[in-house]
């Protein structure tokens, strides 16, 4: 079974003509007073297209909430955790299509087209490939490892800005409440509806955490969380890993 913008059918019944009424951004974020003014004041060209804006906060000790206000349609917060905060963004979303977007990445100009155009395929998720930005020459290659990974397995990780028909993405619960990968998660979810459409126009994403704690330190902790999720390991203790990592 896939999914058509109108409803549940099967592949055949999707309507060539069926189009994305609207398309709601949600940004999770936490203490980001210093970057959240310029990253959503480079979405405001999205927001003249009748784009639906929303900012999820998490806490923020700082003054993210207060430059956020004016340059997004709606507010909220939740508890701390990317989970948690999209859930929230998604429950007052108006958009028929939800795309959950990192404060560090910055979409392409076309991405509502981009979009429009592949959700009429009748699938019912998709993600961008990725370029990671940052100083090691090596980057671009885990970007390239990336999106290959991605079409391969069918899973999407955050920083490729995965997309989700509503309909889809309350079928399945929204993102499962745990502390980390609730990327991969979502995806191995969606995917038993269908698979994703893997756009191969680029989001730009920050390679800060490779930058500021090692490229190779970075990529051997990636790995390992993978691999530690996949064997069946507590999220809540690879979130505790990855943040002792961090510090």
């Given at each position: 079974?896939?999914t058509?913008?109108?409803?549940?059918?099967?592949e055949?019944?999707?309507?060539p003509?069926?189009?994305?009424?609207?398309?709601?951004?949600?940004?999770?974020?936490?203490n980001?007073?210093?970057?959240?003014?310029?990253?959503?004041a480079?979405?405001?060209?999205?927001?003249?297209?009748?784009?639906e804006?929303?900012?999820a906060d998490?806490?923020?000790?700082?003054?993210?909430?207060?430059?956020?206000?004016?340059?997004?349609?709606?507010?909220?917060?939740a508890?701390?955790?990317?989970?948690?905060?999209?859930?929230?963004?998604?429950?007052?979303?108006?958009?028929?299509?939800?795309l959950f977007?990192?404060l560090?990445?910055?979409?392409?100009a076309?991405a509502?087209?981009?979009?429009?155009?592949?959700m009429?395929t009748g699938?019912a998720?998709?993600r961008?490939?990725?370029?990671?930005l940052?100083?090691h020459p090596?980057?671009?290659?885990?970007?390239?490892?990336?999106?290959?990974?991605?079409?391969?397995?069918?899973?999407?990780?955050?920083?490729?800005?995965?997309?989700v028909?509503?309909?889809?993405?309350?079928?399945?619960?929204?993102?499962?409440?745990?502390?980390l990968?609730?990327?991969i998660?979502?995806s191995?979810?969606?995917?038993?509806?269908?698979?994703?459409l893997?756009?191969?126009a680029?989001?730009?994403?920050?390679?800060r955490?490779?930058?500021?704690?090692?490229?190779?330190?970075?990529?051997?902790l990636?790995?390992?969380?993978?691999?530690a999720?996949?064997l069946?390991?507590?999220p809540?203790?690879?979130?505790?890993?990855?943040?002792d990592a961090?510090?």
């Amino acid at each position: 079974m896939v999914t058509c913008l109108d409803g549940w059918s099967s592949e055949s019944q999707c309507r060539p003509e069926a189009r994305i009424v609207n398309l709601s951004i949600v940004i999770p974020a936490l203490n980001e007073a210093r970057t959240v003014g310029d990253r959503l004041a480079a979405l405001a060209p999205l927001r003249m297209q009748g784009v639906e804006l929303i900012l999820a906060d998490g806490g923020s000790a700082d003054e993210t909430r207060e430059r956020a206000q004016a340059l997004c349609d709606r507010l909220v917060v939740a508890p701390r955790g990317r989970a948690s905060q999209m859930n929230a963004g998604a429950a007052v979303a108006s958009g028929d299509v939800l795309l959950f977007l990192h404060l560090d990445t910055g979409l392409p100009a076309d991405a509502l087209a981009q979009i429009a155009a592949g959700m009429k395929t009748g699938r019912a998720w998709g993600r961008f490939d990725v370029r990671i930005l940052g100083d090691h020459p090596l980057l671009p290659v885990v970007a390239a490892f990336m999106n290959l990974r991605s079409r391969v397995t069918g899973v999407a990780t955050g920083d490729q800005a995965i997309f989700v028909d509503g309909a889809a993405f309350q079928r399945v619960g929204g993102f499962p409440a745990i502390a980390l990968m609730e990327d991969i998660a979502l995806s191995k979810a969606l995917k038993r509806m269908s698979p994703p459409l893997c756009l191969r126009a680029k989001v730009s994403t920050s390679g800060r955490r490779w930058d500021r704690n090692g490229f190779w330190r970075t990529v051997v902790l990636m790995w390992r969380l993978r691999l530690a999720y996949f064997l069946g390991a507590d999220p809540s203790n690879l979130a505790r890993a990855y943040g002792d990592a961090r510090e």
